[in-house]
């Protein structure tokens, strides 16, 4: 089965693309080391980058002359496009892609005042559109390992990112009312800068006795743009944490069952694919503004 950049670089053979990856190839396209910096024939720019979203690359904006893009791919993990355009230089074929001759190199640089002023846009364009995404389930579903690899997987993507653990140790009311309040301003901060959040838990087993006061809660706090409920058995849950009873397990699904828009995770499907499905629903969530 081809990977994501055997499949564009094919596309871009099959369409009469002209380009060539520039540096960084040796490994190609079995295995990237850090950007895969390519350059496109001026003439052939329009329609490469049809190709490139056909492909669903997602493009990150602002970063003129070059433009990135970015994809997940369960063999190669977090792709990173650096797209040029300009005069062709000879070049060779390598595998099925080609590749400067004779060692040439290019690269395309832009000054000071165009860094600076390409940063500014970007900085304005993700203000206020930060997301959040939340990850959540009984102890022992998962969702902290999701959580983990999810911001790993994500390390190389420019924007910031952080993972908040909601839940606490303490057994003071005050420290954690504290808590949640300090965690829930550090979420409406990361939403105004553009950054990403990504919890393990969230706010929807607080108060959950008290119906009143969990939908006050619900409220006041950031909405996230995805829920991911990683499911397992509760017979599975059990044998991982003892604290539950099977029939505690099976009322806090019913509890996660009414929220809104939550999505479903089995975690007994395969952690790659749906690590793969995931990071890419949240790159996406940047390409629709």
């Known amino acids: ?104 190199d290019i690269r395309i640089k832009k000054g000071i005042l165009q860094k600076l002023r390409t940063n500014l846009r970007r900085k304005l364009h993700y203000l206020f559109n930060g997301k959040l995404i939340c990850f959540i389930g009984p102890d022992g579903s998962g969702k902290s390992t999701y959580a983990r690899k999810v911001l790993h997987e994500l390390e190389s993507y420019p924007l910031k990112k952080e993972l908040i653990y909601f839940g606490t140790r303490s057994n003071s009311k005050i420290i954690r009312v504290f808590d949640l309040i300090y965690k829930i301003c550090k979420v409406y901060l990361n939403k105004f800068l553009g950054r990403i959040t990504l919890t393990d838990r969230y706010i929807y087993l607080t108060f959950r006795k008290r119906p009143f006061l969990n939908n006050l809660i619900r409220i006041l706090v950031p909405k996230p743009n995805k829920i991911y409920l990683l499911e397992a058995k509760p017979e599975t849950i059990r044998k991982r944490k003892k604290e539950l009873s099977v029939e505690e397990i099976k009322e806090l699904y019913e509890h996660y069952s009414k929220i809104n828009r939550v999505i479903k995770v089995n975690n007994e499907d395969k952690l790659d694919k749906n690590i793969n499905g995931i990071v890419n629903e949240i790159l996406l969530l940047y390409n629709k503004e």
């Open 1 to 104: 089965m081809e990977n994501s950049l055997e499949r564009l670089f094919s596309n871009f053979n099959k369409n009469k693309i002209d380009f060539c990856i520039l540096r960084k190839y040796q490994e190609l396209p079995k295995k990237t080391i850090g950007d895969v910096d390519i350059l496109i024939n001026k003439e052939d720019f329009t329609e490469a980058l049809k190709i490139v979203n056909k492909e669903d690359f997602v493009f990150y904006p602002y970063t003129e002359p070059h433009y990135f893009f970015f994809k997940h791919d369960i063999e190669l993990g977090l792709i990173t496009l650096d797209i040029t355009k300009g005069k062709m230089l000879s070049k060779e074929k390598l595998r099925n892609f080609y590749i400067p001759k004779d060692g040439q």
